[in-house]
């Protein structure tokens, strides 16, 4: 009889990986990085304020180069303006991601921008009220377990 081999846990990129770079693609990009990366491409202040919709291509014409592709970019109301005036740094800045010039206009949609929720920063809880409940935990022979009861337990009396 033959053994199973070692499950292995795979990262959900792996597995959720080709469904994803397919739903881009119905959005014009041949891969996700532009929008994962969208704040290292274009900067920490222009990703505050806008995000990249899709790529629209242009038909290419029998016997014509390709066209460059227009970047779809959400951006906030007010920053609409000034982002309109750093297009010719956006473009640079995409086309050198890239490596080739794959975009050659901007186009603005002024909307709220999908912002992900900032996470809560959780503080340890305070090292006295961890060292009067490692003392009630004495009886617990294990250190470790006595030291994960005694900081859950300061967590919850903290709360």
Request: hydrophobic fraction near 45%.
């Given at each position: 009889?033959?053994?199973?081999?070692?499950?292995?846990?795979?990262?959900?990129?792996?597995?959720?990986?080709?469904?994803?770079?397919?739903?881009?693609?119905?959005?014009?990009?041949?891969?996700?990085?532009?929008?994962?990366?969208?704040?290292?491409?274009?900067?920490?202040?222009?990703?505050?304020?806008?995000?990249?919709?899709?790529?629209?291509?242009?038909?290419?014409?029998?016997?014509?180069?390709?066209?460059?592709?227009?970047?779809?970019?959400?951006?906030?109301?007010?920053?609409?303006?000034?982002?309109?005036?750093?297009?010719?740094?956006?473009?640079?800045?995409?086309?050198?991601?890239?490596?080739?010039?794959?975009?050659?206009?901007?186009?603005?949609?002024?909307?709220?921008?999908s912002r992900r929720p900032v996470?809560?920063?959780?503080?340890?809880?305070?090292?006295?009220?961890?060292?009067?409940?490692?003392?009630?935990?004495?009886?617990?022979?294990?250190?470790?377990?006595?030291?994960?009861?005694?900081?859950?337990?300061?967590?919850?009396?903290?709360?």
């Amino acid at each position: 009889m033959n053994k199973p081999g070692p499950l292995t846990a795979k990262p959900l990129s792996t597995l959720l990986g080709a469904t994803i770079n397919d739903a881009f693609a119905k959005q014009g990009f041949a891969s996700r990085e532009l929008v994962t990366r969208w704040a290292e491409i274009a900067g920490p202040e222009i990703a505050a304020h806008s995000e990249p919709l899709k790529l629209q291509w242009l038909r290419p014409v029998e016997g014509q180069p390709q066209e460059p592709a227009t970047l779809i970019l959400r951006v906030e109301g007010p920053m609409a303006l000034e982002i309109q005036h750093m297009s010719s740094v956006i473009l640079d800045r995409v086309n050198r991601f890239f490596g080739w010039s794959a975009v050659g206009k901007l186009a603005l949609r002024q909307a709220p921008l999908s912002r992900r929720p900032v996470r809560k920063t959780v503080k340890p809880p305070d090292p006295a009220a961890v060292a009067r409940e490692a003392e009630q935990l004495e009886a617990i022979a294990d250190e470790d377990l006595r030291t994960a009861l005694a900081r859950l337990g300061a967590s919850i009396k903290r709360n």
